[in-house]
């Protein structure tokens, strides 16, 4: 629940279209469209808290997901800058999303080594609780679900607290 002392929060989230070049190619929205919105927001009296939905496989260069206007360079881009922005952050990468209402077992993983899917409420839900935990703070993370009944609730606390600060460097790779 936020009150009043809470800073405001930002999430950024897009679907560009596949172009390579245009309004809505993945450079315009995925990077210089991230760049913008952090200019802005680093130009507020507060610094807010930004939440940033990328994808899994960003730093797989060779994945086909690339081979659409360079989707996955320019997300890993964008991930890049508003990890340098020096505003506190979240990125959070989803697997495939789906509409399934229930979501069995979530999983929190980094390092970009896994697939998944993942329910899009999931997704949403990840969101709102990054900005208001802490342990969220300065992380990348990929999310997935295994399917399942979602009875239980998810144990958002728990499952930030186990993952690790990115490093200053962090998936800093540069485009060519």
């Known amino acids: 629940m936020r009150t009043d002392t809470q800073l405001p929060s930002y999430v950024y989230i897009v679907e560009?279209?596949?172009d390579d070049a245009g309004p809505d190619s993945p450079?315009?929205?995925l990077h210089t469209g991230v760049r913008h919105v952090l200019d802005?927001?680093?130009?507020?009296?507060?610094a807010p808290h930004v939440v940033l939905v990328s994808?899994?496989?960003?730093?797989?260069?060779d994945h086909p997901m690339n081979a659409y206007g360079r989707m996955l360079d320019w997300r890993l881009a964008g991930e890049n800058a508003v990890r340098s922005s020096g505003l506190p952050y979240t990125v959070i990468r989803p697997g495939w999303l789906t509409d399934d209402l229930g979501h069995g077992h979530l999983h929190l993983e980094q390092?970009?080594?896994g697939d998944g899917r993942v329910a899009r409420p999931l997704v949403?839900?990840?969101?709102v609780q990054a900005l208001y935990s802490p342990a969220a703070q300065g992380v990348t993370f990929e999310m997935r679900s295994e399917t399942g009944p979602g009875a239980t609730p998810v144990p958002w606390q728990e499952l930030?607290?186990?993952l690790r600060a990115?490093?200053?460097?962090?998936?800093?790779?540069?485009l060519t």
Not at 55 to 60: E, L, N
Not at 124 to 127: I, P, Q, V
Not at 166 to 174: I, L, S, W, Y
């Open 124 to 127: 949403a839900d990840a969101c």
């Open 111 to 113: 390092g970009d080594l």
């Open 40 to 46: 802005a927001l680093r130009s507020t009296a507060a």
């Open 16 to 18: 560009p279209g596949t």
């Open 166 to 174: 990115d490093a200053p460097t962090a998936a800093r790779a540069a």
């Open 160 to 162: 930030f607290a186990g």
């Open 27 to 29: 450079e315009t929205t």
């Open 55 to 61: 994808q899994r496989h960003v730093t797989r260069r």
